[in-house]
């Protein structure tokens, strides 16, 4: 299967950037969508930014203008430029990994990276 790991989470003040990495391994498997969740304490997990292979995108209202994904085909790896962050941001951030295998798509998650925005 694919495994997936974040890193890059941290504190930062009101207004500072931040920059997540997302690395997806998986022997045989060719990655599709790469996506980038966020989950406050005490709410839902969302959806905040998605970019698929050949590139197109697409964002959380809330990010918008902000946040910038990308991605390296090469290396497997998809990036969450953070830039203004606001408290609000504050959440851990979850990388989403679309492969295909045995004729479905499927899905994996690595174990989030912690982002904390100060006042």
């Known amino acids: 299967q694919v495994q997936v790991v974040e890193s890059g989470g941290g504190l930062v003040q009101a207004g500072g950037s931040l920059r997540l990495s997302c690395a997806a391994s998986g022997s045989g498997f060719s990655i599709n969508a790469m996506s980038w969740y966020r989950q406050a304490p005490g709410k839902q997990r969302e959806l905040v930014a998605q970019?698929?292979?050949?590139?197109?995108?697409n964002y959380a209202d809330s990010v918008k203008g902000r946040f910038t994904i990308s991605r390296d085909n090469a290396k497997n790896t998809a990036y969450l430029q953070m830039n203004s962050l606001k408290p609000e941001d504050t959440a851990v951030y979850y990388c989403?990994?679309?492969?295909?295998?045995?004729?479905?798509?499927?899905?994996?998650w690595g174990q989030g990276t912690r982002v904390t925005v100060s006042a």
């Open positions: 970019i698929t292979i050949i590139g197109s995108t």
């Open positions: 989403n990994a679309e492969f295909y295998s045995d004729r479905a798509y499927k899905y994996s």
